[in-house]
């Protein structure tokens, strides 16, 4: 079955440390993004990319940080400069010319 | 300034009844228009779109209305159902931008039996 993997699902931390989210997708899909949801609010984009190698920042990215080495892969790190990284993070994909990103099942993240 | 807003944070609808969500946008260049479905604790999946050339789109029990020049996109469900209880999101792109979305603040459902 194709889909995407984000794990693990809960994942606590400290503050002050950087945390890295995986998100795998075998969908063969040439862009990935990773979105932040808050309470009460809509999903924001952080990162996207449409090709390995390359990425571009959203519209939240400072305080985090990303790498594309395989087309199946696209981490995201949290870094401690973030101010606020209490959320849950979606990580989705899509083909070039596809209108309706598939989304993961979602991490949240914690920090205490 | 949000480019996207649902101004009804929920609604309740009884079983069987129309629900009609809507979402507002203010950037006329957007080109295409969805919907999403969360539940809690796991990612939206996709449930309807709409392209700008066109005014409505049709899907089962799910209907998407598009007006551009009240820059007003809608999601009628009919009948309602209660496993259609859920979050609902609006996300709007631009053809420029495959797959790169702005989404409104989402609309809780529920649907009483």
């Known amino acids: 079955d194709g889909g995407i993997t984000q794990s693990p699902k809960y994942l606590f931390r400290k503050e002050g440390q950087n945390v890295t989210l995986s998100c795998e997708q075998n969908?063969?899909?040439?862009?990935m993004y990773w979105y932040r949801q808050d309470p009460g609010q809509g999903l924001r984009l952080i990162y996207y990319?449409?090709?390995?190698?390359?990425?571009q920042k959203g519209d939240i990215a400072e305080g985090y940080s990303v790498s594309r080495e395989k087309k199946e892969s696209f981490p995201l790190t949290v870094t401690s400069a973030q101010k606020n990284p209490t959320a849950f993070y979606l990580c989705?994909?899509?083909?070039?010319?596809?209108?309706?990103?598939?989304f993961g099942p979602g991490t949240r993240l914690t920090v205490l | 300034d949000q480019q996207v807003k649902q101004n009804s944070p929920s609604l309740s609808v009884q079983e069987g009844r129309i629900s009609i969500l809507n979402c507002d946008y203010t950037?006329?260049?957007?080109?295409?228009f969805l919907w999403y479905k969360k539940y809690p604790a796991e990612g939206p999946t996709f449930l309807i779109s709409?392209?700008?050339?066109?005014d409505k789109n049709e899907d089962g029990r799910f209907t998407v209305f598009l007006n551009k020049s009240a820059k007003h996109l809608s999601l009628h469900i009919v009948p309602s159902q209660p496993g259609d209880s859920a979050v609902y999101f609006c996300?709007?792109?631009?053809?420029?931008?495959?797959?790169?979305?702005?989404f409104g603040q989402g609309t809780t459902l529920q649907v009483k039996p």
């Open positions: 989705a994909s899509s083909s070039l010319s596809g209108t309706d990103p598939y």
């Open positions: 990319s449409q090709i390995v190698n390359d990425f």
């Open positions: 996300a709007l792109g631009g053809s420029s931008n495959t797959g790169k979305l702005i």
């Open positions: 950037n006329s260049m957007f080109d295409y």
């Open positions: 969908l063969n899909h040439d862009a």
């Open positions: 709409i392209s700008s050339i066109k």
